[in-house]
């Protein structure tokens, strides 16, 4: 609904948990968590990466959805009518970082589509081959292919955005997520019995301390700031539209636990299988996209598996996807008085142009910026730079300058207490900003 008048609501506190969790759930936990883990050496990582969620993750993550709920506005919006002042502009970088994200993200998402089509044209002869490499490079070194698909993407994300928030995604997402994990673990299965699994499976679970860098910190910390869907106003956008007699500390956690359990999972898919087919556990974002079909082509049926697999990944993309771009619309429908029709198609139009120049980095029509084609740095600047800052913005502004207001929401005015309020109002006060401020300026290695 735009202009306040009647503000749309989730369905109820299971609604809003798994609006979340769909935002949370997405290509970070299937896509980027495994290849970002292959890249930093493996389980130590792993290690670090859970620590960093379960503390500041969560953290964060109750403060903006009690900035949300309180504000009952959008990112902008919400720092305005609490604080004034200078704090709006955290949000606005949330709405850049929006429009960053989501750029690129539709590439990627373009390519899970692409992907249940080639399950049964050519994608498993290829793997049979031995040959998915060259397949996957094939297709995304092709522009033209790749811009088709993430238009279609961008599409059907603009128009769920434009639908509004309650009727369809959380129905959706009641079933969809479910489904996905169940094909996780039944992926698990195969995985993990191929022949040369054994050494995955150690990479993944078995921790070297030596392999920790600095920079593997910054990449845990924007890993999980990219997998939960925080620093960026998406939890201050959904919180807006939750209830004020749901409990908010249970919600969060839930959609940590849930976002963390897919994304372990999806790890215990992939490094087996790397392992098994001998690929390079750093071998970046191609990583899924070359493995999987290695597996899928070894299976009875797998070309099922296989359009199956790419269409959950399809569906859990597609639920972040609108979280993006609900950011950024819900800017324009609230602080702009634009109809959400407007801000749909207009915005979402020029996030699919933005997203062009990954495209073209990719086949090399763009050269690379010192060793980061276009996307990886679209990717990098977002994740590892602005989420992080949104953080600890958001962190200090609960911590010390919006503590009583807080306090209400996270104990809905008392009648719920909260039994970690304390812990947790000293992590937004020192320990975040100072964790994540450390970080950002040891770990950043372009
Ligand atoms: N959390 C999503 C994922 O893991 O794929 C990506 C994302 C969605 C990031 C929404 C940020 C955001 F606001």
Known sequence: MSNGTQREQWGSKMGFVLAAAGSAVGLGNIWRFPYITGQNGGAAFVLLYVALVFVIGFSVMLAEIAIGRHAQLNAVGAFRKIKGGAWPIVGWMGVIAGFIILSYYGVIAGWTMAYIVKSFTGLMDAAKAGTAADFFVGFITN?????????????????????????????????????????????????????????GIEFYLKPDFSKLTTGALGAALGQAFFSLSLGMGCMITYGSYLGKKEILPGAAIQVCFIDTAVAFLAGLVIFPAVFAFALEPGAGPGLTFITLPNVFAQMPGGMVWS???????????????????????????????????????????????????????????????????????ADFIASNVLLPLGGIFIALFVGWFWTDGAKQEVDNNGAVPFSLYVPWLWVCRVVAPLAIAYILITGLKW
């Open 143 to 199: 522009p033209g292919a790749v811009i088709a698909w993430q238009a279609a993407f961008m599409f059907l994300t603009i128009f769920i955005v434009y639908k509004g928030i309650g009727g369809g995604i959380e129905k959706y997402c009641k079933v969809l997520m479910p489904a996905l994990f169940l094909i996780l673990l039944v992926l698990i299965v195969r995985a993990v019995t191929l022949p040369g699994a054994g050494a």
């Open 307 to 377: 359009a199956l697999f790419f269409l959950l990944l399809f569906v859990a993309a597609l639920t972040s996807a609108i979280s993006l771009l609900e950011v950024v619309a819900a800017y324009f429908i609230d602080e702009m008085k634009w109809s959400r029709t407007k801000a749909a198609f207009i915005m979402g139009g020029i996030i699919f142009l933005l997203g062009i120049p990954s495209v073209l980095g990719i086949s090399g029509a763009i050269p690379k910026l010192a060793g980061r084609d276009f996307l990886d740095s």
